[in-house]
């Protein structure tokens, strides 16, 4: 726009907020109860005492913090402030028609967000394109978007990022959900990444003959040829096994047993048992049995029977699992172990979250 003689000077013109004097020479500058920090003294008109100040002389500033220089020492009560105006850098911002390029600088953004709004609101074109947030590289060539979804879609859902530590390996889940449908508002959190997060292995390594329930010793995690669990594995203390962390874990017990004798046939009952008040009751959910018949010395007269639950782990300090034998009619009927064979052994493996 052309203008008849001097061209108006415009900027961003403030009046800060009010300032009540006490026994100090130093204080903070707010506008609107935010504190501000001009770009220099030199940038304001500050009266005391119904007497302009001299910038630099009779004040100065640092960051929000205006300090008074008075030729009779500390201010105190009876002085007054009677007002502090910002006029900011000239033609950087205020009701010029448009702003100059870089002219706005990050210390100069005041966003905050408040119960009514968001700090930041980046509109779309009023037709066909959403609001998007770009993310330039170090150069400025390129850059990646987000945006908003369409507006058919008609959402208007909050995320929350987590309240947790960032961790290697996991994506973000929605966690949570406060209120519902477009407006909903969801509390992320890093959870595992798929696939098998834990998986373990523990057998018996050596025979035994008799009722033993729980199973207690000769107990070692499987830890010949090259095998490896994954995740931190099951801890296993007298015979009772815990659980890494919570989720939905598939539980296979398999037992191999033997016949030693002559004298007819032989039965064995696995056990697999769980508890879910830190091994004060146990209860059993599986229970398998075999039935060996005796062949001859020359035939191995062993059988395998196996069985499997999927246990809801909801809590690792109370919920439990541990595995049993009862030799049904003979109690020389050998359950098998090895310390290089898996014979009699127990399989976990998480599948999923609880």
């Known amino acids: 726009m052309s ?14 907020d009010d300032i009540t004097t006490s026994s100090t020479n130093s204080y903070t500058l707010q506008h609107n109860s935010v504190n501000f920090s001009p770009e220099s003294a030199n940038h304001m008109l500050v009266s005391l005492n119904g007497v302009i100040q001299a910038p630099n002389t009779s004040y100065t500033v640092s960051g929000s913090t205006i300090t008074f220089l008075p030729t009779s020492g500390t201010l105190s009560s009876s002085d007054s402030i009677d007002f502090i105006m910002v006029y900011g850098n000239v033609l950087d911002v205020g009701v010029a028609t448009t702003v100059t390029d870089s002219s706005i600088t990050k210390g100069k953004l005041n966003l905050i967000s408040d119960s009514s709004s968001a700090g930041l609101t980046v509109k779309g074109d009023g037709s066909s394109e959403n609001g998007t947030i ?7 060539t390129h850059g990646v978007k987000v945006s908003s979804p369409a507006h058919s879609s008609g959402q208007s859902y909050e995320m929350i990022l987590p309240t947790t530590n960032i961790t290697a390996g996991k994506f973000l889940k929605v966690d949570s959900v406060s209120g519902s449908g477009a407006t909903g508002i969801g509390q992320l959190s890093f959870a595992d990444a798929g696939g098998i997060t834990e998986y373990d292995q523990w057998r018996v390594t050596a025979d035994f003959s008799g009722d033993v329930d729980p199973i207690t010793s000769n107990l070692e995690r499987v830890d010949s040829y090259n ?26 017990l398999n037992a191999m047993s033997r016949n030693p004798s002559s004298s007819g046939e032989r039965n064995h009952s696995f056990s697999l048992s769980i508890s879910t008040d830190t091994g004060s009751n146990f209860n059993t959910p599986v229970g398998i049995s075999n039935n060996i018949s005796y062949h001859s010395s020359s035939v191995a007269n062993q059988q395998s029977v196996s069985g499997h639950y ?20 003979n109690d020389a009927t050998v359950v098998e172990g090895d310390t290089d064979q898996s014979k009699t052994y127990f399989t976990f493996i998480k599948v999923g979250e609880t």
């Open 3 to 16: 203008y008849i003689g001097k061209t108006p000077t415009v900027g961003n013109f403030i009046k800060l």
């Open 227 to 252: 095998w490896e669990k994954i995740g931190t594995g099951m801890t296993e203390s007298s015979g009772v096994f815990t659980f890494p962390s919570t989720g939905k874990y598939w539980i296979f």
């Open 134 to 140: 770009q993310l330039n590289c170090s150069q400025n």
């Open 310 to 329: 999927l246990f809801d782990v909801t809590n690792t300090s109370t919920h439990q699992v541990r595995f049993g034998v009862t030799a049904l009619g």
